[in-house]
C-alpha cells in the first residue's frame, strides 16, 4: 500500500470515511461546498486537490484534517 | 490557535519541522524539487499547496504526512 501515490490513498480514506457516515458523493459535495463531480474525481484519485478543499472535506467527515492522512484502516 | 486558517497552520508546521533539521528554505526547495520562493510562500501561507507538493515537503522533512497536519507543537 505504501507504493501506492498519495491521491489513490486519500480518495480511499475519503470514500472510506464517507461511506462510515453514510452519505453519497453528491450529499458530501453538497456539505463541502465542493462539486459533486470533484468528489467523484478525488475518491478516483484523478484530482490533484488543494490543502483548502482537504480541510472542506475534513470538516464535512467531522475528522481532524490530520486523519484524512492516515491509511492505516484502509 | 483553532481559528487560523489551515495554510497559516501548515506554513508555520513546515518552518518548525524545516527548523528542527537544519535547513534553509532554499535547501528544503532543493531536495523535494520545488522552487525556492515557493517554499517561502507556503511558510507565509501564501500558497494553496496541494497534496502533491505536500507529500513532497513531508519525504524532505522525513516525516509521515499526517505528522505535516499535527499542529499541537506549534
Redesign the interface.
Known sequence: MAKDN??VL?GRKVRLLRNKINISQEELAHRSGLHRTYIGQVERAEK?????N??KIARTLEV???????FNDL
Open positions: 498519495i491521491n486519500f490533484n486537490i488543494s490543502i483548502k482537504i480541510e481532524h484534517i490530520a486523519e484524512l492522512f492516515n
